[in-house]
């Protein structure tokens, strides 16, 4: 893996922040967020093996062996991540909540499809479909989900041409982690394990959001004993890229209280 370490010096009252990306995406995305938390926290973006800067890492995307890496490179942090990147964030938060301050989940559901007791869900051949069209077109594929990720936004064009400029900054990723994230969306499911969870955990959502419908986080929130929920109404699968200063505000709020601001949201 690779981790880039920016923002404020870490002393005992700048709070630290470990971010971890989607899948096919690297820890560059965050930038507009890093703008608006840098001054106040010392943030660790990570790129996850065979992504961003960490493409040749040839490391298997095991959610709980790379939990347990970083809480060692990275301890006494909160923990974010951002959709695929919530797997990794909420097994450092399940497994070893001694490291872990708290848990911050940007679309990113405890089951990303949809089954007979989770409505909150895709369809089951969505992670298998797009497998089959990396294999046909891999460029043409990312580029389609990269559309999928901004549709649904207040500011769709704006949020796709960030993702453009952005997503293949570090190069593309190895088509080997890609598959291997998206078999682990497929089959993702913890939502038995999160009434166990020891830290407070934030779920933001975008109501847009055509990846995960925003009904699974507050769901989620409510199985966690330390959980909350906050719907962003005008946001999709990227709040941090369309309503970037919303979701800094929630954060600041959520990690150092008594200097956030006061957040004011639209939904």
Known sequence: MYIETTGAAADEARPVIALIHGWAMHGGLFAPLVGQLSAHFTLHLIDLPGHGHARDDQAPLDPHALAAELVSRI??????????????????????????????????????????????????????????????????????????????????????????????ARGEPAERALHEGLALLDGFDVRGELPRLQVPSLWISGRRDRLVPAGAMPAAAALAPQGRSVVIANAGHAPFLGATAQVAQLIEGFVAPATAPTAVLDG
């Open 75 to 168: 301890p006494d942090a909160y923990w974010l991540g951002w959709s695929l990147g919530g797997q990794v964030a909420l097994r450092a938060a399940l497994d070893h909540p001694q490291r872990v301050r708290g848990l911050i989940m940007i679309a990113s559901s405890p089951r990303f499809v949809v089954g007979e007791d989770w409505p909150h869900g895709v369809s089951p051949d969505l992670f298998r479909n797009f497998g089959e069209a990396l294999r046909r077109d891999f460029r043409g594929t990312l580029e389609g989900f990269l559309a999928l990720e901004a549709l649904g936004s207040a500011s769709a064009q704006e949020e796709l041409r960030s993702l453009r400029s952005a997503a293949f």
